[in-house]
């Protein structure tokens, strides 16, 4: 079965510090991959997608990128974080074929920016 | 464009009575329609989905979900609240063959009183 896995679970970061995400699928091959971030108070908002390696879309304008190293290792960092940037941080994956309609999440990591 | 309203970014009910969430959406193409379960600190689990068929359809958990295009909504309901459904809900829509790229609305606070 597949699996994702994300870490650290929190983080507690200054601002202006550097910042690395990891997620990682397992059980699956050639996934498109998510970062979504929800604010608080707020809903979820997706930040970049991935349909392969080295491939990034970005949906929003920020201080963060993503970057997609190995078929299924996706990370999102910065290299000076904002208060702004605090939040909860979901990794996802999805299939590629016509009957995969949905997302899979990660547990997630709760930034906080100090 | 796609968009997703949740109304009521609160719900209360008590324990044994019907739960009724909200959710309305806006989509240009047809759309795939999602409910999502967040409990705190935690990722986000399916608890149904809806792409091309039968319109009421049935999740995990005893919850169930009508997809009315009419009223363009996809309210998710249960017969009888249990207090381990007490959580964070969020309808979501996607476009065909958009996977994981989900829109979501801003989710409704599940609390059921004993």
Same mark, same amino acid.
């Given at each position: 079965? %597949?699996?994702?896995?994300?870490?650290?679970?929190?983080?507690?970061?200054? $601002?202006?510090?550097?910042?690395?995400?990891?997620?990682? $699928?397992?059980?699956?091959?050639?996934?498109?991959?998510?970062?979504?971030? %929800?604010?608080?108070?707020?809903?979820? %908002?997706?930040?970049?997608?991935?349909?392969?390696?080295?491939?990034?879309?970005?949906? $929003?304008?920020?201080?963060?990128?993503?970057?997609?190293?190995?078929?299924?290792?996706?990370?999102?960092?910065?290299?000076?974080?904002?208060?702004?940037?605090?939040?909860?941080?979901?990794?996802?994956?999805?299939?590629?074929?016509?009957?995969? +309609?949905?997302?899979?999440?990660? %547990?997630? +990591?709760?930034? +906080?920016? $100090? | 464009?796609?968009? &997703?309203?949740? #109304?009521?970014?609160? &719900?209360? !009910?008590?324990?044994?009575?019907?739960? #009724?969430?909200?959710?309305?959406?806006?989509?240009?193409?047809?759309?795939?329609?999602?409910?999502? &379960?967040?409990?705190?600190?935690?990722?986000?689990?399916?608890? #149904?989905?809806?792409?091309?068929?039968?319109?009421?359809?049935?999740?995990?958990?005893?919850?169930?979900?009508?997809?009315?295009?009419?009223?363009?909504?996809?309210?998710?309901? /249960?017969?009888?609240?249990?207090?381990?459904?007490?959580?964070?809900?969020?309808?979501? !829509?996607?476009?065909?063959?958009?996977?994981? /790229?989900?829109?979501?609305?801003?989710?409704?606070? #599940?609390? &059921? /009183?004993?």
């Amino acid at each position: 079965s %597949q699996t994702i896995h994300q870490w650290p679970a929190t983080l507690v970061q200054p $601002v202006g510090s550097p910042l690395s995400l990891e997620c990682t $699928v397992e059980g699956t091959s050639n996934p498109n991959l998510y970062w979504y971030r %929800q604010a608080a108070g707020r809903g979820l %908002q997706l930040l970049f997608y991935s349909v392969g390696i080295g491939q990034i879309s970005s949906e $929003v304008p920020q201080n963060l990128s993503a970057s997609r190293p190995q078929d299924r290792q996706f990370i999102l960092s910065s290299k000076k974080l904002l208060l702004s940037d605090s939040g909860f941080y979901l990794c996802a994956w999805s299939g590629r074929g016509p009957r995969d +309609t949905e997302a899979f999440f990660g %547990q997630g +990591t709760r930034l +906080t920016v $100090v | 464009a796609q968009s &997703v309203t949740q #109304l009521g970014s609160h &719900v209360s !009910v008590s324990e044994g009575a019907l739960v #009724l969430l909200r959710c309305n959406y806006s989509s240009s193409v047809p759309p795939y329609l999602f409910w999502y &379960v967040q409990y705190p600190n935690q990722g986000l689990q399916l608890l #149904l989905k809806y792409t091309t068929g039968a319109t009421l359809v049935k999740g995990i958990n005893g919850f169930e979900a009508e997809f009315k295009k009419s009223e363009t909504s996809f309210h998710l309901t /249960k017969p009888s609240a249990h207090m381990s459904d007490a959580a964070e809900y969020f309808c979501a !829509v996607s476009g065909n063959n958009q996977g994981g /790229k989900l829109i979501f609305g801003q989710g409704t606070e #599940l609390s &059921v /009183k004993p």
